[in-house]
């Protein structure tokens, strides 16, 4: 009883903070009135200047100015909607907007009248708390690679073996970055490495591990990879209604959000994002219409709670082997399949000379680049065609480079490109993953969380016990069919982290793995926006 009350406690102080953010319009006469130091630390916004990213350190709130809009007069009615605030304008004076929150933030203006609008007519940014100390791009990839360096240099020595037995070196590459941009001295935000790691590297890299494909040997991994990952499915649909039921008792006011929106809506964006990907995603915001602020939440719950289960199953790898022998797992098709790899590898490795490096990147990248050409023109064709919100994720430009990147690499794997194995394509693309997977840390941010506990505690508490009953479904289907941990954790990560994370899941048990994490995590694409439409009917009900 006690522990109840102390919960509806924290959420009710969490009620009383989300309603900090205040809008306000003044005449222009006020607005020249209001002391200087207040206005001199208002970010002007219009949607022609405003910047991507704002401080909360630097900064008391934001002006909004109309002097950039071609609004003109002859509007019927102006409507200024700030997240999931709105506010009908009757004039075209100044508007100050403080107390936002940090993260994701959404300004719209909706103009009814026979000329709306000349230019766009929204503004996205990011509030976050401090400027970080490394803004420079070159920097911070410079940092990244040297923890990376740091920690397979210190995981060599004797002295750590012990340590690196219990925290895996993989673990310490997505961790560390993590604590760097939690403590300020990065920003994921600010930084575009994510960006240029997912849509260069990650395809490039899939190209390079994909060259020594044997698909005879994958398929003989038999059914048991896509039965884990429809229990992986199937966890992530039923967790969803459970976890909610079980924080709905625990907070009863809950059900209802705090901008009078059903917290039903918003999971159903987390169950389309941890089932199929940011596409699906995309469009359970579409389909039950998913206001702003609890949206730009969601996101944080997402990313937060897939971040977490990733680092749990990075540390599970290293110890497979105990996981494997728990579940009485037979791991003689993986085993053959690494060994048959390794074998090739060592049979065409040849001391790499600068013409065939050069030759093996140019081929990759020039993959990449045609991947890219052919998703820039299939990602708006199939967007223009498709209606249906089931197929949405067929718009997706990454979903289209994905796959195109590794149908190439398995079509390369035919030809004597194969060959370049032997230069080290699995190697170099291997390095990619590693770098991918610093970058992926680096969008993890403990501080921020932290401090904003009690406003994400409910929310935070039903991904965590969502998240559980996946993995307890997940493992207890192992059990049964005595699936190796290698098909469970791609088989989750598949669904839960997307095609950005789930190479790296299987390629951490080998990198001729990385391509079965890709063919399955295209699969959650294509299953994602009905199961997270299952999942949230059953939420809707609860």
């Given at each position: 009883m006690r522990i109840k009350v102390l919960l509806v406690a924290l959420f009710s102080i969490s009620s009383l903070?989300?309603?900090?953010?205040?809008?306000?319009?003044y005449t222009v006469e006020e607005y020249n009135a209001l002391s200087s130091d207040f206005t001199d630390t208002l970010d002007v916004l219009s949607p022609t200047n405003h910047s991507k990213n704002y401080f909360a350190d630097e900064q008391g709130g934001f002006v909004i100015q109309f002097s950039q809009m071609d609004i003109g007069n002859s509007f019927d009615s102006l409507y200024l909607h700030v997240d999931s605030m709105s506010l009908r304008l009757f004039s075209l004076d100044p508007i100050v907007v403080t107390g936002?929150?940090?993260g994701d933030h959404a300004i719209k203006f909706k103009c009814n009248g026979p000329m709306p609008f000349a230019g766009d007519n929204e503004i996205l940014f990011v509030l976050n708390d401090t400027r970080p100390f490394f803004e420079n791009d070159?920097?911070?990839?410079?940092?990244?690679?040297?923890?990376?360096?740091?920690?397979?240099?210190?995981s060599n020595l004797k002295q750590l073996n012990k340590f690196y037995?219990?925290?895996?070196?993989?673990?310490?590459?997505?961790?560390?970055?993590?604590?760097?941009?939690?403590?300020?001295?990065?920003?994921?935000?600010v930084s575009e490495l994510y960006s240029m790691a997912k849509y260069y590297l990650l395809p490039g890299a899939l190209i390079m591990l994909c060259l020594s494909l044997d698909l005879k040997a994958v398929f003989k991994l038999g059914p048991k990879a896509l039965i884990m990952f429809f229990t992986a499915t199937i966890g992530i649909i039923i967790g969803g209604p459970i976890a909610l039921w079980l924080v709905s008792i625990m907070f009863p006011d809950f059900m209802v959000a705090q901008e009078g929106e059903e917290i039903w809506r918003g999971l159903s964006t987390v169950a389309g994002s941890w089932i199929g990907g940011s596409a699906n995603q995309n469009a359970m915001k579409d389909i039950y219409q998913v206001g702003d602020v609890i949206f730009s939440q969601m996101i944080i719950v997402d990313v937060f709670i897939a971040n977490l289960f990733m680092a749990v199953l990075l540390f599970g790898i290293s110890k497979r082997k105990r996981i494997d022998k728990w579940l009485k797992a037979d791991n003689t098709h993986i085993d053959k399949l690494q060994d048959k790899m390794a074998d090739y590898s060592a049979s065409v490795s040849i001391i790499p000379s600068f013409k065939k490096v050069i030759i093996m990147l140019g081929v990759v990248f020039a993959v990449v680049g045609l991947a890219h050409l052919c998703a820039d023109w299939l990602g708006p064709e199939f967007k223009a065609i498709i209606q249906s919100k089931y197929l949405?994720?067929?718009?997706?430009?990454?979903?289209?480079?994905?796959?195109?990147?590794?149908?190439?690499?398995?079509f390369l794997s035919f030809t004597k490109a194969k060959k370049m194995e032997g230069v080290g394509a699995s190697r170099i693309g291997t390095v990619f993953i590693y770098i991918l997977v610093a970058t992926i840390g680096m969008k993890m941010d403990i501080g921020m969380?932290?401090?904003?506990?009690?406003?994400?505690?409910?929310?935070?508490?039903?991904?965590?016990?969502?998240?559980?009953?996946h993995g307890i479904i997940l493992f207890a289907v192992a059990k049964i069919i005595k699936a190796p941990f290698f098909f469970a954790a791609v088989g989750s990560q598949a669904n839960v982290g997307g095609a950005a994370s789930a190479p790296v899941v299987a390629g951490s048990f080998h990198p001729s793995l990385a391509?079965?994490?890709?063919?399955?995590?295209?699969?959650?694409?294509?299953?994602?926006?009905i199961g997270a439409i299952i999942c949230t009917s059953m939420m809707m009900g609860v």
């Open positions: 903070l989300l309603q900090a953010q205040e809008i306000k319009q936002m929150k940090e070159a920097i911070v990839f410079g940092l990244l690679l040297a923890i990376l360096a740091f920690i397979f240099w210190t037995s219990i925290v895996p070196a993989l673990l310490l590459c997505y961790f560390i970055p993590a604590i760097f941009n939690s403590a300020d001295i990065i920003n994921s935000n949405s994720f067929l718009g997706s430009g990454f979903f289209w480079v994905i796959v195109l990147a590794t149908l190439f690499g398995v969380l932290i401090s904003n506990f009690q406003v994400f505690f409910p929310l935070i508490l039903i991904g965590l016990i969502w998240i559980i009953i391509p079965v994490g890709v063919l399955l995590a295209v699969l959650g694409y294509a299953v994602g926006t």
